[in-house]
């Protein structure tokens, strides 16, 4: 009885050890992730946040000195920064356009034609591209002299029809949007996949037996099934667009070289928000006045994306 009972003990021991070294590598494996997002999010976000209300010498942070909400004034005075937010809110259109795009797309996959996997990942593919190398393709075809778009332009309707992309602001933008709308719905499209085969095939069952047109059967079936999908998507694109920079800058670039001073193509069309972020705060090392901007940048999708949760009782149940 003694020996069964050390056993016992010696086997509840070696557990406990057992489980203790388990639950420290388990403790070390939580950390780690949580300590790269310590280091690399919330340190720059407290430092934003500090930098706000002060004076910085480039990015010596042991010169900063409180200067009176000046830098508040500055940047809320910058005319710029006011059309960068407008050029923000034109550009985020691109990501409404992509969604109905998307959806479009998914609807015609989901009535399961020949090859629809592979048109599904043919879609996909510009999604997972990267944005400098999209960019730069759709700068190639654009290009104002040997573009394949102008050439094809000019063969229907003859040269005094040649686009200039880089110098006219409507074309400029035009350009930007074609190029995110090329390259975005893929992963709506995926989720769109996703959620029409998910829809109950019996409620469509029962529409065909009421004799429901088609329309119907969209607006009444598909789209509330869809719903949560198109909410999901709609705040993700709202949050994208506000943030689009990418491909603004290297548009920059390509219409004029003073884009690396801060130029935005013609008339400062593509100024973009985080764009005016990156020229004030990496060409100008001004971080006082690149953190007001990040910050007014992160209330302005705050609420925008507050109103669209508010409104989603009327359209969609969840």
């Not at 070696?14 to 310590?38: D, M, N, Q, R, W």
């Not at 599904?120 to 730069?136: G, K």
């Amino acid at each position: 009885m003694e020996k069964f009972a050390t056993n016992s003990l010696t086997l509840d021991l070696h557990k406990k050890k057992k489980f203790s070294g388990e639950k420290l590598f388990a403790y070390i494996c939580v950390c780690l992730p949580l300590l790269g997002f310590t280091l690399f999010s919330i340190v720059p976000l407290c430092i934003s946040f500090t930098t706000m209300f002060t004076t910085m010498e480039y990015y010596d942070m042991n010169s900063m000195t409180w200067n009176n909400f000046e830098t508040f004034k500055i940047v809320l005075s910058d005319g710029d920064f006011y059309k960068s937010i407008l050029v923000t809110l034109m550009l985020s259109l691109s990501q409404l356009i992509s969604l109905i795009v998307a959806l479009f797309i998914s609807f015609l996959l989901s009535k399961k034609p020949r090859g629809r996997k592979i048109f599904q990942i043919l879609f996909f593919i510009p999604y997972i591209c990267s944005s400098v190398a999209t960019a730069y393709m759709w700068m190639t075809m654009f290009d104002p002299d040997y573009g394949i778009i102008n050439s094809f332009i000019v063969s229907i309707f003859g040269e005094s029809a040649r686009v200039s992309w880089t110098t006219d602001p409507t074309a400029y933008v035009a350009a930007i949007v074609i190029t995110i709308v090329w390259q975005a719905p893929g992963y709506g499209i995926v989720m769109y996949k996703a959620a029409f085969d998910a829809v109950n095939p019996s409620l469509y069952e029962a529409s065909d037996i009421d004799g429901a047109s088609a329309w119907k059967k969209f607006w009444r079936i598909t789209f509330p099934s869809i719903a949560p999908t198109t909410f999901y998507l709609l705040m993700a694109g709202i949050i994208a667009g506000l943030q689009t920079f990418d491909i603004a800058r290297l548009f920059a670039s390509w219409a004029s070289s003073a884009a690396w001073a801060g130029a935005a193509g013609p008339d400062n069309i593509g100024l973009t928000t985080v764009f005016y972020i990156y020229k004030e705060g990496t060409l100008y090392a001004n971080i006082p006045a690149a953190s007001v901007a990040s910050w007014v940048l992160f209330i302005i999708i705050l609420v925008l994306s507050l109103v669209n949760y508010k409104l989603r009782k009327r359209w969609v149940n969840v």
